[in-house]
C-alpha cells in the first residue's frame, strides 16, 4: 500500500518559515512528479508547488519567490522550503504523487497525503 509520510506543519508568525517534507512509500514502480497543493477553509485546492522529472519545477503564481520545492527522487521525498510566510498561507497542504503506484491491489497513476496544516498567525 502506498503511503506519503508528511511532516513538517505547524504554527509560524507571519514573516516565518517552514519547511515540509513528503516520503513516499510503498509499491511505487515510478515517480514522474512530486508536489505540494493546498486547500483552505471554503475555497479551492490549488497547486504550490510540483517537480515534474526531477528537475522541471512549476509554482502557485502567489508563492513564486517565496517557496522553494526540492526533492530526493532516489528517496522518493520532496520538500517544501516555505519563506516569508503570510496569513493567506494558513492551509492544509497536501503532497502529491504522479507516477504508476499499486493503491489497494490496483495500479493507480497519482495519489494524495492526507495533508498537513500551516497555520499563519501572530
Known amino acids: 500500500q502506498v503511503q506519503l509520510a508528511e511532516s513538517g506543519g505547524g504554527l509560524v508568525q507571519p514573516g516565518g518559515s517552514l519547511r515540509l517534507s513528503c516520503a513516499a512509500s510503498?509499491?511505487?514502480?515510478?515517480?514522474?512528479?512530486m508536489g505540494w497543493y493546498r486547500q483552505a477553509p471554503g475555497k479551492q485546492r490549488e497547486l504550490v508547488a510540483a517537480?515534474?522529472?526531477?528537475?522541471?519545477?512549476d509554482y502557485g503564481d502567489s508563492v513564486k519567490g517565496r517557496f522553494t520545492i526540492s526533492s530526493d527522487f532516489a528517496k522518493r521525498t520532496v520538500y517544501l522550503q516555505m519563506n516569508s510566510l503570510k496569513p493567506e498561507d494558513t492551509a492544509v497542504y497536501l503532497c502529491?504523487?504522479?507516477?504508476?503506484?499499486?493503491?489497494?491491489?490496483?495500479?493507480?497513476?497519482?495519489?494524495w497525503g492526507q495533508g498537513t496544516a500551516v497555520t499563519v498567525s501572530s
Open positions: 502529491h504523487v504522479r507516477g504508476l503506484l499499486v493503491v489497494d491491489g490496483q495500479t493507480k497513476n497519482e495519489y
Open positions: 517537480l515534474t522529472g526531477g528537475s522541471s519545477t
Open positions: 510503498g509499491t511505487i514502480f515510478s515517480i514522474n512528479a
